[in-house]
């Protein structure tokens, strides 16, 4: 809920009295979209398929101070897919041009087994994240 303010690294929730610090979407986006690219280039079936990323808030009562490029609103999320990756204000948000082609929905439960098969389950390896965001947190 409130006013969203973008930085770069880190952005501001201001709603009412109360002002929320957070990393940037965007770049925790960016870290996902890379890592999820790594798993799917083990896969022969897979490699290919585009990785793209999108941050989508949800609440009806949020407001962005200023256009971000790479954020919607859920209103916006359907015509975007739909559009192959353009909003209302025509900026395009994919990357690439869209191929027109979707998975096939067995292809999709195929990639979410391979997903999970070769997703990281270790704790000891989620500790270490876990302990890279606060240090990230005390540099902010």
Same mark, same amino acid.
């Not at 022969?44 to 954020?71: L, Y």
């Not at 025509?90 to 070769?118: E, W």
């Given at each position: ?5 973008? =930085?770069? +690294? ?11 610090? *957070?990393?940037?979407?965007? #770049? ?9 690219? %790594? ?13 793209? =990323? ?9 407001? *962005? ?6 954020? #919607? %609103? ?5 015509? @975007?897919?739909? &559009? =192959?990756?353009?909003?209302? &204000?025509?900026?395009?948000? #994919? ?6 082609? @979707? #998975?096939?929905?067995? !292809?999709?439960?195929?990639? !979410? ?5 070769? &997703?990281? +389950?270790?704790?000891?390896?989620? +500790? ?5 965001? %606060? !240090? ?5």
């Amino acid at each position: 809920n409130g006013k969203i303010s973008p =930085g770069k +690294k880190e952005w501001v929730q201001i709603y009412g009295e109360k002002v929320v610090r *957070f990393h940037s979407p965007l #770049l925790q986006n960016e870290i996902h979209k890379k890592a999820l690219s %790594r798993v799917l280039e083990k896969s022969r079936s897979f490699s290919r398929i585009p990785v793209k =990323g999108i941050v989508v808030f949800t609440s009806k009562k949020m407001q *962005f101070e200023k256009q971000v490029d790479g954020a #919607l %609103r859920l209103k916006e999320l359907s015509p @975007y897919i739909k &559009s =192959g990756g353009k909003t209302r &204000s025509r900026r395009v948000l #994919l990357t690439a041009a869209p191929t027109g082609k @979707y #998975l096939s929905r067995q !292809k999709i439960l195929d990639l !979410k087994k391979f997903i999970l098969k070769n &997703s990281l +389950k270790s704790s000891r390896k989620r +500790k270490l994240h876990e302990k890279k965001i %606060r !240090k990230l947190d005390r540099r902010t």
